[in-house]
């Protein structure tokens, strides 16, 4: 097994298991949740197949695009770590909004068109029922896995977010010319430890 694999592993079981990367924003949470808003399957009764067919599109991904996994990865970061797993990462820049994925914060980041395949293969099985921000996260788990990792059980119900936060992104995500105890710092504050940020930002 390959260090990049490593590292990434070393990551997801941090970022993925994280308690800040499982909450949903109160404010856009209804209906039955469990303390951390989420809760084990919670498509199991409006969408059973839907962790099958993320899965199974990431296999595919995988299959033709090597990098996909590691994309993912940082995506969720990017999403996780500026206030909300709300999927809000993936909205696009309007007349009045910049998009948060077109900060210079997230420079870099990429492949964003493959989570679009994955949302409309999920939407013809349960066309709007699964959120984006569960995509996001639960294809990033598969990526996972695809790289021979474990697989690792995580509670859905997110709700997509529908305000960029690109205004506040510099005040979670580290700039380039910061010195690395700065950045390590940032990142030990989310929970993530050296190891972590070596799987994020690369050796």
């Known amino acids: 097994m390959g260090l990049w694999v490593l590292l990434a592993l070393a990551l997801s079981a941090q970022l993925l298991q994280s308690q800040a990367y499982n909450v949903v924003s109160s404010s856009n949470t209804t209906g039955s949740?469990?303390?951390?808003?989420?809760?084990?399957?919670?498509?199991?009764?409006?969408?059973?197949?839907?962790e099958e067919i993320i899965a199974e599109?990431?296999?595919?991904?995988?299959k033709r695009?090597?990098?996909?996994?590691?994309?993912?990865?940082?995506?969720?970061?990017h999403d996780c770590a500026v206030e909300?797993?709300?999927?809000?990462?993936?909205?696009?820049?309007?007349?009045?909004?910049?998009?948060?994925?077109?900060?210079?914060?997230?420079?870099?980041?990429?492949?964003?068109?493959?989570?679009?395949?994955?949302?409309?293969a999920v939407e013809r099985e349960c066309p709007g029922v699964v959120s984006c921000a569960d995509i996001?996260?639960?294809?990033?788990?598969?990526?996972?896995?695809?790289?021979?990792?474990?697989?690792?059980r995580l509670k859905t119900g997110r709700r997509d977010g529908r305000k960029s936060r690109a205004d506040v992104v510099e005040?979670?995500?580290?700039?380039?010319?910061?010195?690395i105890s700065t950045v390590l710092s940032r990142f030990k504050a989310m929970g993530i430890d050296t190891r972590g940020v070596v799987a994020l930002l690369g050796e």
């Open 57 to 62: 599109q990431v296999r595919l991904l995988y």
């Open 171 to 179: 005040r979670y995500l580290p700039d380039h010319n910061e010195s």
């Open 84 to 120: 909300s797993c709300d999927a809000s990462l993936l909205l696009d820049s309007t007349r009045n909004s910049i998009s948060e994925k077109e900060t210079d914060r997230s420079f870099g980041l990429r492949n964003f068109r493959y989570l679009d395949t994955i949302k409309e």
């Open 65 to 77: 695009h090597k990098n996909t996994a590691f994309s993912w990865l940082r995506n969720i970061f």
């Open 136 to 152: 996001l996260v639960l294809s990033a788990r598969d990526g996972v896995v695809s790289l021979g990792g474990p697989y690792i």
């Open 33 to 50: 949740y469990s303390e951390n808003g989420l809760v084990m399957n919670y498509y199991g009764d409006s969408c059973p197949q839907a």
